[in-house]
């Protein structure tokens, strides 16, 4: 099995994907098109920053496992790899400490303004006069968007800065806000109101693109803070920039809309010239200990794979399958008895949604449980055939005695 790592990784747990028998291929400087022809023959993928296309994952016909060295995925076509049944897998949380220290880095620098004092300092400029007021945190509100892994880490630091902590989270219910004791927002506008500082903990999805825009910034205070370390397509960038031009909102990113895809590239924005903006280069999750972290996953996840089969973290199995009923078949554990089943199944034009098999202590009987797209026909639970004529012994076996419920399925 031939594994390709389309990224920089860690050399020590390179080694690992090899002592799992991989044939592995590491290539850390690969771009999207160069991924594209670099595929053939490639059954696990992994990748940290690399595009993968459509395009891409069509001219892999091996390909069965694209493993995210990080959380979001996406830089991934996740659409395309479920259609040709190819896993996609990531590493959560193993970067939350490090984009946590990051968030709160850009806070600090922002509320001192840190950058600019430096830049002075390089410049030759004493300027203390000009550098000597800032608000304070102590006090101050956080409202955070997302209260997942890197939300918690946040909230943990900004208590110790004896702020006051407040959340809109995706499920409302989570248990971080008792276990955390952070207050819970009702609305993502009561952030924008309440808020000091906001800071974006969020995956980039469908719902939540451009998710704060124009209305979100005109609601906060003047002179408050945006922080967004977690995906640059959440935050509505023309509307920032303008809320910061004409709000004096300030702003700490480490992703944007369109960033380069690549390690450098020219890159430039209205912000940047901006005194109530500072920036990093989407570096929230590179520190050692969490790219280790990430990386020991990456090798478990993929040991998982290749011993038994299973894939950890995956994220494009349908959790709710579309079935509309469920069939429970008590049956021989013989060779042959579920294969008429399935046969049956098929001349009545059933699709099966999903299907498990349990065998008992002895090895000579067992239940299916059939998860299926429609009922099917009363006389298939007798084990006739659409024909008419009696079924062969197999289907009888496994139809005629041992069918023994049909529910809807929950």
């Known amino acids: 099995m031939r594994l390709l790592i389309a990224d920089k990784f860690p050399e020590s747990y390179v080694a690992q994907f090899k002592a799992l028998g991989l044939s592995t291929d590491y290539q850390p400087d690969l771009g999207a098109e160069q991924l594209e022809t670099a595929l053939a023959g490639v059954s696990i993928l992994v990748v940290r920053s690399t595009k ?161 825009g124009v209305e979100f910034f005109s609601r906060m205070k003047p002179g408050a803070m945006v922080i967004n370390t977690s995906r640059g397509g959440i935050v509505d960038q023309h509307a920032l920039e303008r809320a910061v031009r004409e709000k004096g909102l300030r702003a700490g990113l480490d992703v944007f809309e369109n960033e380069p895809a690549g390690g450098t590239a020219e890159f430039t924005s209205e912000l940047f010239a901006s005194p109530n903006f500072v920036g990093t280069h989407h570096i929230g999750a590179s520190t050692d200990q969490a790219q280790n972290a990430i990386a020991a996953e990456a090798v478990r996840i993929c040991s998982e794979f290749v011993r038994n089969g299973q894939v950890p973290n995956c994220v494009n199995i349908e959790r709710h399958a579309p079935a509309k009923v469920q069939l429970l078949v008590r049956h021989h554990d013989k060779v042959g008895v579920l294969a008429a089943v399935l046969d049956v199944i098929r001349k009545f034009g059933l699709n099966v949604e999903d299907m498990s098999n349990t065998i008992f202590s002895g090895a000579k009987a067992a239940v299916a449980v059939i998860r299926l797209s429609a009922a099917p026909p009363g006389r298939a639970h007798r084990g006739d055939r659409q024909d008419g004529r009696q079924g062969h012994p197999g289907e009888r076996e496994a139809l005629l005695a041992h069918v023994c419920s049909l529910t809807r399925a929950g």
Request: glycine fraction near 8%; include cysteine.
């Open 52 to 212: 993968v296309t459509a395009k891409a994952i069509s001219r892999a016909p091996a390909l069965e496992l694209i493993l995210r060295a990080g959380a979001g995925t996406d830089t991934i076509d996740v659409a395309s790899a479920s259609e040709r049944g190819i896993y996609v897998a990531n590493c959560p949380g193993k970067n939350s400490v490090a984009v946590a220290e990051l968030a709160m880095g850009l806070i600090l620098a922002l509320d001192r303004r840190i950058p600019s004092n430096t830049a002075d300092l390089r410049a030759g400029k004493w300027n203390k006069k000009e550098y000597s007021a800032a608000d304070g945190l102590k006090g101050r509100t956080l409202g955070l968007i997302g209260l997942g892994a890197i939300g918690q880490e946040v909230a943990k630091r900004a208590l110790a800065f004896e702020m006051d902590v407040v959340a809109y989270s995706i499920p409302e219910a989570s248990p971080a806000f008792a276990e955390l004791g952070v207050r819970q927002a009702k609305s993502l506008l009561e952030i924008a109101e309440t808020s000091h500082v906001v800071s974006v903990h969020l995956p980039q999805t469908p719902e939540t693109k451009k998710l704060l």
